[in-house]
């Protein structure tokens, strides 16, 4: 890991001129452990369907070095997202990162499919979490380029971030993020040893991992969770101990009640769902009208 001291502006410093407020935090990394390999030497992957599962952490450092190979290439447009990039690009990350790994081309359609988009997506945010939402200003804002693009890239997709239509869909994707109730915290690499070893994890670890909380922020969080997990239980005719208990002994009201409101709510998640899509499906046709102006530009410039 590289590690680099990252200065707190509304730090004072002291009389020598040492800054005295920041904190070490992740730089970029270069992956010497995929990248510097003796020739011939490839990493092993273990999957499980279109997901690698192990060993240990190869899986997360897959992912990273795919994510490396795009950011220092400076072949794909970030303002596009992964879909719509150029298909011979993607191909030369195939052929690069296949140098690296044990990949036969059975892993290829989801490598360059699933996973890099997935990577392709998270560097983007990292990037725009770290170094632009961060700053209030252009000024700022420029002069805190990450490492990994150069000054022409990091300008193109500071414009396209501030473009209303863009402005108007992370509005709309925070006021979403809001609505939620029931959410989760996992996060790369949060599994026990017993599992790193390629074990996927049971539905049941699923759920543990992914809802453990260990501030006090989170106990509103959890007492909703817990009232919400009661309220199924309850319209299942479930108690405490998974029994399910007989129609006497379930929730007052009568069978039609429950039903009406089983319907209710069965209703109400399909309607959200079907808003997620439309979002999707909008955002998908705006980045895509997007990238066919820049494109029609170019042409003109030419």
Not at 22 to 31: D, F, I, Q, Y
Not at 150 to 172: C, G, N, Y
Not at 271 to 278: G, M, N, S
Request: charged share 35%.
């Amino acid at each position: 890991m590289v590690k680099r001291f990252r200065e707190d502006p509304n730090g004072d410093e002291s009389a020598l001129g040492l800054c005295t407020a920041g904190k070490w935090v992740r730089g970029t990394s270069t992956l010497p452990k995929v990248f510097d390999q003796p020739n011939g030497s490839k990493l092993e992957l273990v999957w499980k369907g279109r997901q690698p599962v192990g060993p240990r952490k190869h899986p997360s450092l897959f992912s990273e070095s795919l994510g490396v190979l795009m950011a220092t290439s400076h072949r794909f447009d970030w303002t596009k997202n992964w879909e719509l990039q150029d298909v011979g690009n993607k191909e030369w990350l195939w052929d690069n990162i296949k140098d690296k790994w044990e990949l036969d081309e059975t892993r290829k359609e989801p490598t360059l499919a699933l996973i890099s988009g997935d990577e392709f997506r998270n560097k983007k945010s990292k990037w725009k979490r770290n170094f632009y939402t961060r700053y209030a200003t252009y000024e700022e804002r420029i002069s805190h380029r990450p490492e990994q693009l150069s000054q022409q890239e990091w300008v193109q997709l500071m414009e396209f971030w501030d473009t209303p239509e863009h402005q108007a869909i992370s509005k709309r994707n925070r006021a979403n993020r809001a609505k939620q109730i029931a959410k989760h915290l996992l996060w790369k690499n949060k599994f026990s040893p017993s599992r790193e070893a390629g074990a996927p994890p049971s539905l049941g670890d699923l759920f543990e991992d992914s809802h453990k909380f260990t501030t006090h922020d989170a106990l509103l969080m959890i007492n909703q969770e817990n009232t919400l997990y009661h309220k199924m239980k309850d319209l299942a005719g479930i108690d405490e101990h998974g029994t399910q208990l007989p129609s006497r002994m379930r929730s007052i009201g009568s069978d039609a009640s429950r039903r009406h409101g089983r319907v209710s709510r069965l209703a109400e998640m399909q309607r959200v769902a079907q808003e997620k899509e439309e979002e999707r499906r909008l955002e998908i046709e705006e980045i895509k009208r997007q990238a066919q102006e820049k494109d029609e530009q170019r042409r003109h410039m030419k």
